[in-house]
Every structure is written in structure tokens, then in C-alpha cells.
């Protein structure tokens, strides 16, 4: 028999805790943790039904579970049990109906002593009502009794007959009943249209309607729950008889919000509180259901006429009879009943709900006239739409609407058709019968059926009847738990037994931690210095001779033994995950050390071995987090011991197995092993180049068990090597040891599967050498096993010498000198080794400001000076650098010292270099001898924008929302020519007329006549931060973070245009002069060009080659440079004959054309800046690179 419940489920914190993230274990309140299934009814072994979706805890707790310190409070509605339906789709398309209550519930006292939850907390559970039939109201009744009685009912309730039969059973003194409609009418809805209606206009619900149909990308917001499931659900059946053919997640759980992005249709529900602006949302139709608003970046085509007035109108009749019917009598003349129906007058019920899906079926009836008459089913196609079309428009006298273009080509229209042919659903179509009750001018609610009697009614019995005792009543304290067996709590006993070792030391003994705080005596509040520190010398102890026992019960278990399941790997683990100070990471890399030198062999068998990789990456990793490099060095030592025999009887050593790890990628590591290694030396009076090279063995062999790259490694040994000058002949010898041992580890292992990205000095990732190589080509060194590593270094093949000496860091010593390596080389193969991409090293911080040369800068009477195309950086060391690209190799000019923040801002002319800082400081340097010149102090806040005027003065702007003009000769602020209400972040100023614009976080654009000394215009708009401003005469361009940018009139202080199109914060804004076009690029990675036509601004082209955001657009006359936060960069160029026809009509910007891009590396890019006369984009990266590309190299 079908039931229409199939599953009672219980969701909640289980026995295992971890947080969203993935992070195991208990981190207190306020963050949020995975929830689980706890208790189902049937059982999991139960044969009837298929069970519940393995995602279903998730989906009923799409934010997660909280922890909580009180319960229920009822002067507080937030905690008060909220009641909610979910729908899930599976894979066959077929649905799952869900009703949920979710409340606080006292947390369990096995888990709360484990985890150290302070006692009487409380966490989120969710009892969930699971079943096939969309009985929405029935399964929340039900739900909810259960809920208020704190019990579940034994026995089944069956699935009513369709049309036939009514069941009516009763949970305690709550009498409920359930029935199913028949067949033949409209589809069952047990939902209200109400809230549909109530959230949306007509308007908006004709809009979403037409989305919905037309199978757009549509996410729906809410803070309700319900409102999102219940909003889905009825759209669905106002498109009847179609349906909708794609994903469908009414409720998308939290952490899934990243499946927005997906470029395939769908239909998804989220809660409002959940932050979408780091997503791209390029064409999603975003529907805010609180607010009343519907959102897209792509225009959804209207519903044609007249059938869109049609509908418009019989839904404001329904929705508002009396405005509607305002100017009629009160008698009626002629007038049918139907027109205005007797539900007019009722407050909302299922008339209503059954009214207006039938004037969404008479929307179909009237657009799909006649499209009986066109259905082929020929073997090209199912429907012939082009001369259904042409006969539309032949009685409409209108062309081929593209609405209706568009949706008889949705997979919605083509399943009805394909459903309808040969089947027996076509003789119940209500479409094809409303279209004939139409035809032949019967009343449209003849199709529906009418039930001529009532229902049987079936009982289901009370199993409680006759049974002692069974008016008894038992309150419970929280939500009851079902009888577990005896594996389920082997099971569970044996979890929280692991979790309550792992914090059985770290609860006691760390005055720190949050958990320690609460139930503390007062003896321990009272220890001494001195008595703490021996108390904790005790707990380091324990928790070392307990990771003893259990290391050596490990390495005993048996062939048959998993240990990835057994007891000792569950408590190591989660001593090490849960011990906030490392004590059980380091106890435990110890244990294994002392066992090494105990004697023992350290061979594994192939389970201790997976067992062992994987606690040592978990200990690694949580002293990545704590910086403990000392546990990572031991452990990095004792993982080249153990190993285990491969099928061919070769030792396969730990070590090549953790490669994954992030810390090897940190030059600071190695630095720091290298130290730690001479301290330790026993030598310390032999030569000190050969003990710095006895060390740097060491080091290398290391990197060579592990796996890194050759040229990384050889980075980081050459690093080390040349900041202890240990010579060119320990360097060949170095080189050629390093080759030599990776030859060995690829000629039997091969390549490394796992990769690491390339070694960088400030621990972020930086590019692969392929960024400063030629991209086809591999190191010599991996090119095949035996080769000579003399070979590798002095042939013609010069591939590897680049891969050795490219990434040599510059010092200090050898900064305004030329590269002793380059002069070596010959001419032929300093040709060879250039590539079209450049690292240039130097800075130690995150490079935070750019600024290239230009040749207006530098021009005088001569021509061109010598730095015109130098770039100039600034980064977080406090540091400005100077770079002549022409230097291949020792492009280093000069390092400027003099702040002592972060440097965001860089201006330059002939003679002089001007830098803003973090620091409220301006510095003028002189650009030839590197001097500092001047220090200019006045702001108040972070100097955001510089640039150097004429007449040696120097105009700023800083967070502190001013604009000043400075004088360099008398080191003094001429005036502060400008005042903003916030911080000011960009800014533009025009020489030649004295007109000052800069806009920032109150979201102004601001105007000043400096010469005249006054404001000329806020230009007010926008409504977030403006990021970006371009002044081009009489025109400003501003781009702004609500995802707009806007063309102003300087002269008139007026907004000319808004260009609205991209679906992210406009980071950068640029005017084409000779053309007079617009390029705007956004955080989704998208470049829009824009030209005027007609009187107004459109979007002539979009550019997708960038996937991340746009951070700069520098436009010339023929060229135009874009960079990306990605490290991606692109060259665009646009042929000269294309001016010949300037003042004509046709459009110009389209002219750009792509004429080269890099390809990409993985990089953390925090900006660009374009030297377009020599085509080269330079890139700061947030690890202190800054990479060059010159487009013109290895055409």
C-alpha cells in the first residue's frame, strides 16, 4: 500500500562536528556546523521505499547548524521553531516533498562533554516529514502536531484514491484528512497562489512568468523559507501543461551558493542573508521577493499583444475586483457572471488559486491558437514552427514576436509535444479542450470535472485504543531519539570516545580557551606562575605518553586491520586536529623520531603507510597555521626515514607523498631550515663555504624527496646560496648535485603528480618558470634520465641555463650593476633565453601601486629621455622601486626608502618621483640620484591618489576626504583645494583649464574650478563607492560599485548617460579620443565597449577573454592594454585605416581587435599598468612579483 508519508527524519549535530568549512570539532558560537541525519523512521534497512537523499540534512538546514546558549525564549520570536516545505528534484526529474520544523534542542550530554560544549547549550535540529505527494498542507498539519505532542505515531497512512476517497486519521486529538483530486482536471497543487501574489505584482509576476517560460537562469530571494519553496511551486503550475525541464532547488543550502554561476538553466531558491557579490550573475534573473523587484543583466523579451493585456487584466480582476469594477453598476446588464466571479468578494481561498491558474491556461489557449494544425512528428522535427509563426503574424499583422520565437523552441514545449503524441495524456489535455471550449463559446470552467459525490471517507484506526495505560502523557525535555542498535552505538561511543581523548588535556589545562572558562575551580584560578607551568609540563606528559601507547598499538595491527578504522588512528588525529596549541601535532612527529632512533627499521606495511601519510599531513598542516616551523621540520626529517616496498621491492618513502602541503611553496621555510641547520652543524670551525654547502645539500636533497620542481628548487638553493656568497664553483657544484638528484627521483617515479605552484618568497603563489621561459618547452633536467648535467648547464641547448639563472633574486650589492651571468652568455643565446614574459623580484611585500613613464612625462627640447618607459611600484615593505625594462636581467634602477606604510599611490615627471603612503605621508624623491627630496605632511588619513602638476607642485588626495595642492620648492600645502564627506579614492585633474574631479566612498562625484577657487558640481547618482574616473574635456566618466557607470557634463554638471550592463562593481573606466568611445570593465571579468548612436550610448561589444576582475584599461590611438585580477592581460589593436572614415557614419570602437594575450599563470594580481608606445603590461602581485609582458617578443 502507498503511503503518503514515507520518512520521519531527524536532523541535527551528530556525534562527529565540523564546522562548514570542514574544520573538526567544537569553535564555539556564532559559527556554523554541518548538520546530519540523526534518527529515520523506517530504519535505513527498511526494503519499502528508496531512501532519502543523501543530501537531505543539508537541504532541511541550508544555513547550517548553530550552537546556542539558551533554547526557547518567548519575548525573543528568532528563537521560536519556524516551519517551512523544501522540494528536491532527482536525478529522473521526478520530486520530493519535505516538510520541516526546525527548533532549538538541548545538545546532547555525551557530545557536549566530548567537545567541551559548555553545559545547557543548545543547537539547531530539523524533524522533517518526507514524501512523493505534493500534499503540502497535510504534511505541515501533521508535522506540526507531532511536533506540539513530541511523539511519533505508529502505523501508515495511505495515499487517497484520486477523486474517489477522502482519509481521515488522527494524531492525539488533532482529526486530519487527505485527498488527491482526479486525474482528469488540473494538476493537485495542496499549496496557496496567495503568497505568489502577494510578494509580486502583476507586473513582476508576469515577468517572472515569462523568465520561468522561456527558461532563463532565476533565483529567487527571501529571508522566509517557505516563501521560497511556495513562490516555486506555484510558478511551476502557472506554466501547466508545460514543466519545467531543468534544475529546480526551491531552497539551496548555504554553502552550494557557488552554483549560481552555472551557465545551465534553472530555477533556485535563497535565503537573502546569503552574500551573492562575489558572484558573476551575468544574465540571472534575481527575484526579490521582499522588495518586490525582479533584476537581469539580459532583457527578457514581453509577452506580445493583445494576449498580454488579456492577461494583464484578468489578473488585476482577480487580484482587485473593486478597482477594476469601480465605474460599474451594481446591476448587471447583459453582463456574464463570469466576468466577475463570485470569489470577488471572499478573502483568498482555493477559488481563487483554481481562478488563476485558468487564466494563466487561457494565456496558452489563445497563444497557441491553431498549433494542433502544425505538429509534423516527421522524423526532422516535432513541430513546424516557422509556419506557425507565419500565421500569427498574419492574424496579428504583426512580425514574429521573439517571445514567442523563444519559447517554441524551450524544452518545455518540446517534452508537451513529445508527451502528447501517442499517448494517453492527450486525450486529458486541458489545453486542447479549453481551445475547443473557446471555439465553440462554452463556458472555460466546463472543462474541469465536476464530482457529483462526495468522497468515501476512510479511518485510520488510533493503535493506542484498548491498550493499558495509553491515556497516559509523558512531556519530554527534548526532541526524543530513537532506540539506536548496537552497531549504530558501538559506532557513536566510539566517535565521541576519540573526540573526548583529543581535548581531554587541552580542556584541562589551556586558561585560554573559551572552554576552559567555564566550570573552572577556583584552585586553578589560583595557581601561581611557576604551578602553572609545571602543571602544563605534566599535561605535555600525558599527552606524549599517550601518543606513545598509541603509536606503537598502531604499527601492531594486524594485516586484516584497517587502520584508517581503528581506534588509535581516530584518537591520534584527534588529539592533533583539536589541540589549539600543537602539542599532540609536535608529541606526535616526536613519538615516531624516538622510535627511529630506538632502532627501529621504519618499514611500513602498505595500511600503516596510508595511515601514517596522513597524520603527518595533518600535523604539518595545523603547524602551517600555528607557524610551528619546528614541528614541520622534524616531521619534513622523519618523513625521508619511513617507507614502505613497492611491487618491484623499491623503497616508496613518505616524504614523495606530501608534496600537496602549502608550506614547501615558502621560501621562509626553507630560510629557516637552512639556519636551523647550521646551528646544529658539529663543524662550525671547518671552511664556511663548505659547511654552507654541506648544509644546502641537505636542503636539496630534501626538496628532491619531496618532489618540487627542479627550477623551484634550485630558486630557493640559489636564494639561500648567494645571500652567504659561497662562490661560482659551490654553485656549479650545487647545481649539478640538485640535477642529478632529480634525474634519479623522475627516471623511476616520473614526474610528480601532485604540483605545487611555484615557490614564492612571501608564501602566496607565484607563476611557473613557464612565465619566463618559452611555454613549449620542458627543463633539460626532465627531458630524459642520464643526461650529463654538464651538459644541461653549458650546451647550446640554453633552455635549462635560463631555468637556472632567470630567477636569480637582485641584492643590494648588485642592483645598479650588470648581471656578471648575462655578460657570460653569448649573443646568441641572450637571444634565445628572451621570452615574452618577465619576473621581476625585489619587492618583499604585496606591490600595492604602479606607474609607467610616459613619453609626455619625460619630452623636452632633446626628445625622448632615457626613463620614458621605466615602471615605478610600490608595495606593502614600504618600499618604491624603479625598473628599466630595457635591462634584461638588472632591470632594478634604484630602491626608494622613506615610508613606513604601505605605499598606494605613485606619480612621476622629468626630473622627479612622487609616492602616497599609508603612512599620511607624500615624499618627493629625485629621480636621478634617488635623493628624498621632500616630505610633505598634512593629511589625516591614507594618501590614495598623487600626481605630479607643472610649475613643481604636487596635488593629493587622501581617506581623510580632502584634496590638496602642495608646493615641493617651499615644502609647504598651498591650499586644500577640495573637501569630500569620505574618503577619496579616485581622482582626475585637467592642467590646461583647472578643473579638479575625484569621487570616492560617499558616492559623489565632486567638481572644483581650482583657479577659480570654488566647486563647480556634485554630480549626484550613484548610489555605492564610485572606484574609477576618467575626465576627457568636457566629459567625466565614473565607474561605481553599484554596478553602474555614468557620463557627466563637466560644463553643465548633468548626468548624459547611464551604461548599465555589467553584473559587478565597475573597477576601471577609459575614453577612446579619436573616437569618442567608452570601455568599462567590471568584477565579472567581462570588457564592454560603447559607442554613441542615435542620441544615445549602447554596448557594441563584449569581451570574455578575462575570467576575474578588470583592474586596468589604458587606451592609446592605435592600442589598447587591459590587465585582470587573474594575471591575465590582453593587447588590443586597431588598424589606422579604420580613422580614414572618422566623421562618418558606422561604428568605431568594433575596430578593436585582439592582437595578442599571454598565457595565463596563477597569480594574485593587485594591479596593471600599460606602456602602450613599447607594448608592454606590467602586473604587482599580491606575493611581491611583478610580471612584464612584452607583447612584441617570439612573434
Not at 528568532?78 to 520530486?95: H, M, R
Not at 481563487?352 to 509534423?376: C, P, T, V
Not at 573559551?514 to 602544563?536: H, I, Y
Not at 584599461?1113 to 585605416?1137: C, K, T, V, Y
Request: aromatic share 8%.
Amino acid at each position: 500500500m502507498t503511503r503518503i508519508f514515507e520518512y520521519f527524519v531527524v536532523c541535527g549535530i551528530g556525534p562527529e562536528i565540523s564546522t562548514l568549512d570542514g574544520n573538526k570539532g567544537y569553535h564555539g558560537t556564532g559559527v556554523m556546523y554541518l548538520p546530519s541525519v540523526l534518527d529515520q523512521y523506517p530504519p535505513s534497512n527498511n526494503a519499502l521505499y528508496p531512501p532519502p537523499p543523501p543530501q537531505l540534512s543539508t537541504c532541511v538546514l541550508p544555513a547550517g547548524v548553530e550552537f546556542y546558549s539558551s533554547g526557547l525564549n518567548p519575548n525573543d520570536a528568532s528563537t521560536f521553531p519556524k516551519s517551512y516545505p523544501i522540494v528536491l528534484t532527482e536525478g529522473d526529474g521526478s520530486k520530493i516533498y519535505v516538510s520541516c520544523i526546525a527548533f532549538r534542542d538541548p545538545v546532547c550530554d555525551d557530545i557536549a562533554e566530548a567537545y567541551r560544549i559548555p553545559a545547557n547549550s543548545f543547537a539547531d535540529k530539523c524533524i522533517c516529514l518526507v514524501s512523493r505527494s505534493p500534499s503540502f498542507r497535510v504534511l505541515r498539519d501533521a508535522l506540526e502536531e507531532l511536533f506540539a505532542l513530541c511523539f511519533s505515531p505508529d502505523g501508515s497512512v495511505p495515499l487517497p484514491t484520486p477523486g474517489k476517497d477522502r482519509v481521515l486519521f488522527a494524531i492525539e486529538n488533532c482529526l486530519l484528512s487527505v485527498e488527491a483530486p482526479t486525474k482528469d482536471g488540473l494538476p493537485y497543487a495542496d499549496i496557496s497562489f496567495q503568497p505568489l501574489v502577494q510578494c509580486l505584482d502583476v507586473d513582476n509576476l508576469i515577468t517572472l512568468f515569462t523568465a520561468v517560460l522561456l527558461e532563463r537562469r532565476i533565483l529567487l530571494r527571501s529571508n522566509k523559507y517557505s516563501l521560497l519553496t511556495l513562490v516555486s511551486e506555484a510558478i511551476c503550475h502557472l506554466i501547466y501543461p508545460f514543466r519545467w525541464q531543468h534544475v529546480y532547488i526551491p531552497l539551496l543550502f548555504f554553502n552550494g551558493v557557488d552554483y549560481i554561476d552555472a551557465p545551465t538553466p534553472y530555477m533556485m531558491g535563497l535565503h537573502s542573508g546569503v552574500d551573492t557579490s562575489g558572484l558573476a550573475m551575468d544574465g540571472v534573473v534575481v527575484v526579490d521577493l521582499e522588495y518586490n523587484r525582479i533584476t537581469t543583466s539580459e532583457e527578457i523579451p514581453p509577452i506580445p499583444e493583445p494576449e498580454l493585456s488579456s492577461l494583464r487584466g484578468e489578473i488585476m480582476k482577480l487580484l482587485y475586483p473593486k478597482v477594476v469594477g469601480i465605474d460599474q453598476m451594481k446591476t448587471s446588464f447583459g453582463v456574464s457572471s463570469e466576468q466577475y466571479p463570485k470569489s470577488a468578494n471572499k478573502p483568498w481561498g482555493e477559488e481563487h488559486d483554481l481562478q488563476l491558474r485558468l487564466i494563466f491556461l487561457k494565456f496558452f489557449a489563445s497563444i497557441l491558437s491553431g498549433y494542433r494544425n502544425f505538429i509534423e512528428n516527421s522524423a526532422t522535427q516535432v513541430f513546424n514552427t516557422q509556419a506557425f509563426l507565419k500565421k500569427r503574424s498574419r492574424s496579428t499583422n504583426q512580425p514574429p514576436e521573439p517571445m514567442i520565437e523563444q519559447f517554441l523552441d524551450s524544452q518545455g514545449f518540446l517534452d508537451y509535444l513529445e508527451r502528447g503524441i501517442g499517448s494517453d495524456e492527450n486525450s486529458n489535455n486541458l489545453l486542447d479542450k479549453l481551445q475547443d471550449a473557446i471555439g465553440r463559446g462554452q463556458n472555460p470552467m466546463s472543462i474541469l470535472p465536476c464530482l457529483m459525490e462526495e468522497p468515501e471517507v476512510i479511518t485510520i484506526s488510533d493503535h493506542g485504543v484498548g491498550i493499558a495505560g495509553s491515556g497516559a502523557k509523558y512531556c519530554y525535555d527534548r526532541f526524543p531519539s530513537n532506540v539506536r542498535t548496537e552497531e549504530q552505538e558501538e559506532r557513536r561511543n566510539a566517535i565521541i570516545a576519540a573526540a573526548s581523548g583529543a581535548l581531554e588535556y587541552s580542556g584541562r589545562h589551556m586558561p585560554s580557551s573559551p572552554s576552559m572558562l567555564v566550570g573552572k575551580d577556583s584552585k586553578a584560578e589560583s595557581l601561581s606562575p611557576r604551578e602553572r607551568a609545571a602543571e602544563r609540563e605534566r599535561m605535555v606528559l600525558d599527552i606524549k605518553v599517550k601518543l606513545q601507547g598509541l603509536w606503537l598499538r598502531l604499527l601492531k595491527l594486524g594485516a586484516t586491520d584497517d587502520p584508517l578504522s581503528s581506534f588509535e588512528y581516530g584518537t591520534i588525529l584527534a588529539l592533533i586536529e583539536s589541540d589549539a596549541e600543537g602539542i599532540g601535532g609536535s608529541g606526535f612527529v616526536e613519538c615516531i623520531r624516538e622510535h627511529i632512533h630506538s632502532g627501529w627499521a621504519c618499514r611500513l606495511t602498505e595500511e600503516q603507510f596510508v595511515a601514517v601519510k596522513e597524520l603527518l599531513k595533518t600535523a604539518i598542516s595545523r603547524a602551517t597555521s600555528r607557524n610551528d616551523m619546528s614541528t614541520i621540520r622534524d616531521a619534513l626529517e622523519v618523513s625521508a626515514e619511513m617507507y614502505k616496498k613497492d611491487s618491484n621491492n623499491v623503497p616508496d618513502y613518505v616524504q614523495r607523498h606530501l608534496l600537496s602541503l602549502s608550506i614547501w611553496e615558502e621560501l621562509r621555510f626553507w630560510e629557516g631550515y637552512f639556519e636551523y641547520l647550521m646551528d646544529q652543524s658539529s663543524n662550525k670551525m671547518s671552511n664556511y663555504v663548505i659547511l654552507v654547502t654541506a648544509q644546502l645539500i641537505i636542503v636539496a636533497s630534501h626538496m628532491a624527496g619531496l618532489g618540487i620542481p627542479d627550477t623551484d628548487a634550485w630558486y630557493i638553493i640559489e636564494t639561500i646560496a648567494n645571500k652567504n656568497n659561497i662562490g661560482y664553483k659551490q654553485f656549479i657544484k650545487l647545481r649539478g648535485l640538485l640535477s642529478h638528484i632529480q634525474q634519479l627521483r623522475i627516471g623511476y617515479w616520473g614526474i610528480s603528480s601532485v604540483k605545487i605552484q611555484s615557490v614564492s618568497p612571501y608564501g602566496l603563489p607565484s607563476p611557473r618558470l613557464q612565465d619566463a621561459a618559452d611555454e613549449s618547452q620542458q627543463p633539460a633536467e626532465a627531458s630524459g634520465v642520464g643526461r650529463s648535467w654538464v651538459q644541461s648547464m653549458f650546451s647550446r641547448d640554453t633552455t635549462s641555463r635560463a631555468n637556472s639563472f632567470s630567477r636569480a633574486p637582485v641584492n643590494e650589492s648588485t642592483k645598479n650593476t650588470a648581471s656578471p651571468r648575462k655578460a657570460d652568455l653569448p649573443a646568441a643565446g641572450q637571444k634565445k633565453t628572451q621570452s615574452s614574459m618577465r619576473i621581476l623580484r625585489g619587492h618583499n611585500g604585496a606591490v600595492t601601486a604602479l606607474h609607467c613613464v610616459t613619453r609626455r612625462e619625460v619630452w623636452d627640447l632633446v626628445g625622448d629621455r632615457e626613463d620614458a618607459g621605466f615602471f615605478i611600484s610600490g608595495s606593502t615593505d614600504c618600499t618604491v622601486k624603479i625598473w628599466d625594462p630595457s635591462l634584461r636581467g638588472s632591470e632594478l634602477r634604484a630602491t626608494l626608502k622613506g615610508h613606513t606604510g604601505a605605499v598606494r599611490a605613485i606619480s612621476s615627471d622629468r626630473g622627479k618621483v612622487v609616492s602616497g603612503s599609508d603612512d599620511q605621508s607624500i615624499i618627493v624623491w629625485d629621480k636621478q640620484t634617488t635623493q628624498l627630496l621632500e616630505e610633505l605632511k598634512g593629511h589625516d588619513g591614507q594618501v590614495s591618489c598623487v600626481r605630479m602638476l607643472s610649475g613643481e607642485r604636487v596635488l593629493t588626495a587622501s581617506h581623510d576626504g580632502s584634496v590638496k595642492m602642495w608646493d615641493v620648492r617651499t615644502d609647504t600645502c598651498v591650499a586644500t583645494v577640495g573637501r569630500c564627506s569620505s574618503a577619496v579614492i579616485c581622482m582626475e585633474y585637467d592642467d590646461s583649464t583647472g578643473i579638479l574631479a575625484a569621487g570616492g566612498r560617499d558616492a559623489v562625484a565632486n567638481i572644483w574650478d581650482i583657479r577659480a577657487g570654488r566647486q563647480m558640481h556634485k554630480l549626484l547618482g550613484h548610489t555605492r563607492w564610485i572606484r574609477s574616473l576618467r575626465m576627457v574635456g568636457d566629459t567625466i566618466i565614473t565607474g561605481s560599485d553599484d554596478w553602474t557607470s555614468r557620463i557627466w557634463s563637466v560644463s553643465r554638471g548633468t548626468c548624459d548617460a547611464v551604461l548599465a550592463c555589467h553584473a559587478g562593481p565597475v573597477l576601471c573606466v577609459e575614453y577612446s579620443i579619436p573616437d569618442k568611445g567608452i570601455i568599462t570593465g567590471s568584477t565579472d571579468g567581462l570588457l564592454r565597449f560603447w559607442e554613441n548612436e542615435d542620441g544615445g550610448i549602447k554596448c557594441v561589444k563584449n569581451v570574455t577573454i578575462h575570467s576575474s576582475s578588470i583592474l586596468s584599461i589604458n587606451a592609446g590611438e592605435h592600442w589598447l592594454g587591459i590587465g585582470a585580477a587573474d594575471n591575465s592581460m590582453s593587447l588590443f589593436h586597431r588598424p589606422q585605416e579604420r580613422f580614414g572614415g572618422f566623421s562618418g557614419a558606422g561604428s568605431k570602437v568594433p575596430g578593436w581587435q585582439l592582437y595578442r594575450t599571454p598565457q595565463r599563470t596563477v597569480a594574485l594580481v593587485r594591479c596593471v599598468v600599460s606602456d602602450l608606445e613599447r607594448k608592454r603590461i606590467c602586473s604587482g602581485g599580491r606575493n611581491g612579483l611583478l610580471r612584464l609582458w612584452e607583447a612584441t617578443i617570439n612573434i
